[in-house]
């Protein structure tokens, strides 16, 4: 399963974190193998037609967030068909993914990665104003408090993360307490910090057909 998600980059080109620390070290397979995975026969660069290069760039943010392709697909099209009332679509796209509460715990800290930061929302470690959730895709809003469950804050996974989260970057439209180790969100997601990998564009082209 580790193995496959650095195919993933290395078949899109493209580094997407999807390993949390390793994708920073000198171990990460883009590093030492930057050419897609398979027979050498196949790495050549290959022009690809309109319709793969929007399926690329669909792909590279369906695998950034961590997503199923329906989950994906429902965001972009709710979007189109309320297009004549989104002014930005793309704005609101990322609003959306950024909002997801996976997310929010991985640009909290909380979680090396966005898998494990599903998997940590799945397993109910993390509470929203007080009540616990266990649905990743749940949308977070501005002034909404997430904290670790009482019951899961002697877990293993968050032994290290007052020291961890010291040194992490962390993104203007949250709010941290490292000390009781719960944030808040303040004000809406943006695109341009959300720093997609994708050009979003070609993601509502693809699903425009």
């Known amino acids: 399963m580790k193995d496959s998600k650095c195919k993933i980059c290395r078949r899109l080109g493209i580094k997407l974190f999807l390993r949390g620390e390793k994708c920073l070290s000198q171990k990460c397979p883009m590093i030492r193998k930057p050419y897609p995975p398979g027979p050498k026969a196949k790495r050549r660069a290959r022009a690809l037609s309109e319709y793969g290069k929007e399926l690329r760039e669909k792909q ?7 997503l199923e392709e329906r989950q994906l697909r429902k965001y972009v099209k709710e979007i189109l068909k309320a297009r004549g009332k989104v002014v930005d679509a793309e704005a609101a796209l990322i609003k959306i993914l950024e909002s997801r509460l996976d997310n929010v715990v991985f640009r909290f800290g909380f979680a090396p990665s966005r898998t494990a930061a599903r998997q940590m929302v799945s397993h109910r470690h993390f509470m929203i104003n007080n009540e616990p959730i266990n649905i990743p895709g749940y949308l977070v809003k501005k002034g909404d408090k997430i904290s670790i469950n009482p019951g899961s804050a002697k877990k293993t996974i968050f ?8 040194k992490h970057n962390l993104p203007s439209w949250l709010e ?4 009781n180790l719960e944030g808040k969100v303040t004000i809406s997601p ?3 910090e959300a720093a997609s990998p994708a050009e979003l564009s070609s993601i509502f082209a693809f699903y425009s057909k």
């Open 176 to 179: 941290l307490d490292i000390k």
């Open 60 to 66: 590279k943010l369906k695998n950034w967030y961590n």
């Open 159 to 166: 032994q290290k993360l007052p020291t961890l989260l010291k």
């Open 190 to 192: 943006n695109l341009e």
